[in-house]
Structures are given as C-alpha cells and as structure tokens.
C-alpha cells in the first residue's frame, strides 16, 4: 500500500514513491535490490525510459513534420538498456566518438540509424567513421568539413551551426552551448561562407543543418529556447540541398522542487509554428530527457557524526560517480530507502558527504531528511544519466553495478 505522505513529495510518481514505508522504483523495492550487491548501484526502469520516449515522439508527432528521434548515447552507454532501445524500433542513436559507433553497432542499432556529431576530430576518427558509407555525419567545423572532403569527395554530409543564442537548465553558462560567449561548437556565421565553399570544393552535398544549443532547458525558458531555434534556422536559406533539420538535444526535467517541468504541448507548437511549410524530416538527440529520471544510485551510510552544528552522513560513492552535481550545478535528490520517521514535519537538515577525498564531494548541503543511521541505504534520484557514463575512478573508488529493470 503506498504511504499517505508518499504524495507530497515534489518527485513522486506512479512508479516512484513509497509503498509500505520502503521506497518503491519501477515496482520493485529498492532497500532489497541494493541489499543483493556490495557497493554503489546504478538502477534503470526500462519502462520509464519507454514511456519518455514516448512523450517525446508524441511532442513530435505534433509538429506535422516527418522526424527521426536519436538516443544521445553519451547519456547512458550501458549495454542492455541500449539493446532494448535497438530492439524497440523507436529510435536511433546519437553518438560522438568511434567507439560509440562500434558499441551502438554492437547493440543491434544500423549504421543508417546513427548520427555522429562530435567535436576535435583526429583523422584516426574520421577513417573509422567513414568506413560506414550510411553513417550520417554532422561537421563540427570547416576543417572537419575539408578533412571529410579529402577522404570521400563527393558524400553527403551535415553540417552542426551555432546560431550564437542558447539556453541551459537554471541559465547555468556552463550548460549553454552557444550565447553571448563564443565556444567551440559548430560553425559561426562569420565563417559560414567558407563553410560552403570547403563543402563546395570537395563535391559534398549538405543534406543536414545541425545545432545544439543547451543542456536542460525548461517550460519557462522556452521563449529564449525559440529564439535561438530561429536563429539556427535562418542558415537554411543558404542549403537548398538539406533534407532533416537536427535541432539536437537539451530538453530538460525537474531537479529542484520549483522546477516547471517542459511543456511539450508548447515545445511542439514552437517547431510547429518555425517549421511550417518546410519539406524537411526533423531530428532530435535527447538523452537526458529519456533517461535521466528512469535512473538512482542507490548508497549506503556509512557514517553519522556531527561536526560543530552540521550533521554529516558519509555515503560509499562519491561525485566521480555522478559528476554533475559537483560539475553543473544539477542536484539529485537523496531520499532514504526506508525512513525511520516517514512524516518530513519530523526531519532535520543533514549534509550528504561522499567517501571521495575531494572538498567539493557533498551530495546535498542541509538536506532534510529522517533521522539516518549506518548501514541504511539512500537512493539519490535523477542518475539515470550523465552519471555512471561520466564517472571516473578517482581515488580508485570507481566501482559500482548496473541493474536494467526490464517492463
């Protein structure tokens, strides 16, 4: 039976929440899949992924383009998850190194369902990449424009802009890929001449216009979202050869309590209103957006000690194992596994203290939470991405397990 307070809490879901007093993910009770390992462990809900997707596609769908969806498989590479995306048709994959390719390969996904855009590529990738004649290519730059020319004249390509506006979760400058600073990624307006004239020179034929322009926009950044959607868009009056528009990927989700979810509904309805009357497929590379959320690392407590007047409670895994909320700024939420004291009324702030010899390894400063003790387990919440495929064997406390639970 799901606990009466289970409800109030800002990240409670049908299939997240506590049930009995003991948190409950995908319908299976956390506490005990974490008691079958030793150590850190990574749990995806591969129906929550399926049902992500889905509000993507539908998003998509009502845009009254054609489209292609692309997994970013940078997000999360670990292998059963990326079979089941392979076997359900729903999606390609997006990818932005060699060895991405030979996995996503691996995996069951065809060459023709793979978009590689990537940034610093050597020559030792491009001879890999373009061993795959139905591999689409986006070129970050006119180097790598003029390098694929050399290698196959006369391909087709696509090339990745930045419309010089972007947007990222909480307006964090670190999350946006193009503004008011310039950055590496894609090719500037002020270059854009020599772009076509490199692309020109070589016989290729530009059958993609590409831009990503943020990491975890949300419902109330849409309006600057749309601008630079706008401005990305203004570069096809020069490609009468282009076929799909890739808008990339950056849909975002809640971290925090006030966070508004996106609005899909309006996120249509603005590539709706910019792409009507176009005969183009639109493309888009969420990761995030499907994984994030239908993943948690579960931890267990390994200490409980105050020092001066903060509580600490140690935990087995540290930031190597989910970067991002010691790098961007994105928290996960930590929820006790099975609360001693389920009302929050009740709960005190704690800090949530990795076990990596680092200052910035804390998972939540002052957190409420129930009174905790050694040995209990905490699930920190929105680690189905960008967590165990950016981590690190800092300290050589790299170690964890990944648990696929199948719909």
């Given at each position: 039976?799901?606990?009466?307070?289970?409800?109030?809490?800002?990240?409670?879901?049908?299939?997240?929440?506590?049930?009995?007093?003991?948190?409950?993910?995908?319908?299976?009770?956390?506490?005990?899949?974490?008691?079958?390992?030793?150590?850190?462990?990574?749990?995806?809900?591969?129906?929550?992924?399926?049902?992500?997707?889905?509000?993507?596609?539908?998003?998509?769908?009502?845009?009254?383009?054609?489209?292609?969806?692309?997994?970013?498989?940078?997000?999360?590479?670990?292998?059963?998850?990326?079979r089941?995306l392979?076997?359900?048709?729903?999606?390609?994959?997006?990818?932005?190194?060699?060895?991405?390719?030979d996995?996503?390969?691996?995996?069951?996904?065809?060459?023709?369902?793979?978009?590689?855009t990537?940034?610093?590529?050597?020559?030792?990738?491009?001879?890999?990449?373009?061993?795959?004649?139905?591999?689409?290519?986006?070129?970050?730059?006119?180097?790598?424009?003029?390098?694929?020319?050399?290698?196959?004249?006369?391909?087709?390509?696509?090339?990745r802009?930045?419309?010089?506006?972007?947007?990222?979760?909480?307006d964090?400058?670190?999350?946006t890929?193009?503004?008011?600073?310039?950055?590496?990624?894609?090719?500037?307006?002020?270059?854009?001449?020599?772009?076509?004239?490199?692309?020109?020179?070589?016989?290729?034929?530009?059958?993609?216009?590409?831009?990503?322009?943020?990491?975890?926009?949300?419902?109330g950044?849409?309006?600057?979202?749309?601008?630079?959607?706008?401005?990305?868009?203004?570069?096809?009056?020069?490609?009468?050869?282009?076929?799909?528009?890739?808008?990339?990927?950056?849909?975002?989700?809640?971290?925090?309590?006030?966070?508004?979810?996106l609005?899909?509904?309006?996120?249509?309805?603005?590539?709706?209103?910019?792409?009507?009357?176009?005969?183009?497929?639109?493309?888009?590379?969420?990761?995030?957006?499907?994984?994030?959320?239908?993943?948690?690392?579960?931890?267990?407590?390994?200490?409980?000690e105050?020092?001066?007047?903060?509580?600490?409670?140690?935990?087995?895994?540290g930031?190597?194992?989910?970067?991002?909320?010691?790098?961007?700024?994105?928290?996960?939420?930590?929820?006790a596994?099975?609360p001693?004291?389920?009302?929050?009324?009740?709960?005190?702030?704690?800090?949530?203290?990795?076990?990596?010899?680092?200052?910035?390894?804390?998972?939540a400063?002052?957190?409420?939470?129930?009174?905790?003790?050694?040995?209990?387990?905490?699930?920190?919440?929105?680690?189905?991405?960008?967590?165990?495929?950016?981590s690190?064997d800092?300290?050589?406390?790299?170690?964890?397990?990944?648990?696929?639970?199948?719909?």
């Amino acid at each position: 039976m799901r606990s009466p307070k289970s409800s109030g809490f800002w990240w409670a879901r049908d299939d997240l929440g506590f049930v009995d007093g003991r948190l409950n993910f995908a319908g299976h009770d956390v506490a005990g899949l974490a008691a079958a390992v030793d150590g850190p462990l990574f749990l995806y809900s591969q129906a929550r992924v399926m049902t992500n997707m889905g509000r993507v596609r539908e998003g998509l769908a009502q845009t009254g383009q054609q489209f292609r969806l692309y997994y970013a498989m940078k997000a999360n590479r670990f292998e059963p998850l990326l079979r089941a995306l392979a076997r359900s048709g729903l999606c390609g994959v997006d990818i932005c190194s060699p060895n991405e390719l030979d996995r996503a390969l691996a995996c069951g996904f065809a060459a023709a369902d793979i978009s590689f855009t990537g940034t610093g590529v050597s020559n030792r990738d491009l001879q890999r990449l373009l061993a795959h004649p139905e591999l689409n290519i986006n070129c970050d730059g006119i180097g790598m424009i003029r390098r694929v020319g050399e290698h196959t004249p006369g391909r087709d390509i696509g090339v990745r802009v930045n419309p010089a506006l972007g947007v990222g979760y909480a307006d964090n400058e670190r999350l946006t890929y193009a503004g008011q600073h310039v950055t590496k990624f894609g090719i500037y307006r002020e270059q854009w001449g020599e772009a076509l004239a490199t692309a020109r020179a070589h016989g290729l034929t530009i059958r993609t216009l590409h831009f990503h322009v943020g990491c975890g926009y949300l419902d109330g950044q849409l309006a600057d979202w749309e601008a630079a959607v706008a401005a990305g868009l203004a570069f096809l009056d020069d490609l009468p050869d282009v076929t799909t528009v890739n808008l990339g990927g950056g849909l975002g989700l809640p971290h925090r309590a006030g966070d508004v979810a996106l609005d899909m509904a309006r996120w249509a309805a603005i590539l709706k209103r910019h792409l009507s009357g176009r005969n183009v497929t639109l493309a888009v590379e969420p990761g995030d957006y499907i994984v994030k959320d239908a993943g948690l690392l579960v931890l267990s407590v390994t200490n409980v000690e105050m020092k001066c007047d903060v509580v600490f409670a140690s935990v087995d895994g540290g930031f190597n194992l989910a970067p991002e909320p010691a790098f961007y700024d994105l928290p996960c939420e930590p929820v006790a596994c099975i609360p001693r004291t389920p009302d929050p009324e009740t709960w005190r702030p704690v800090t949530i203290a990795g076990n990596i010899n680092e200052a910035l390894d804390i998972w939540a400063a002052e957190q409420p939470m129930p009174a905790l003790a050694e040995g209990d387990r905490i699930a920190l919440l929105n680690t189905g991405g960008y967590a165990a495929a950016m981590s690190s064997d800092h300290c050589m406390r790299g170690a964890f397990s990944e648990r696929l639970l199948e719909a």
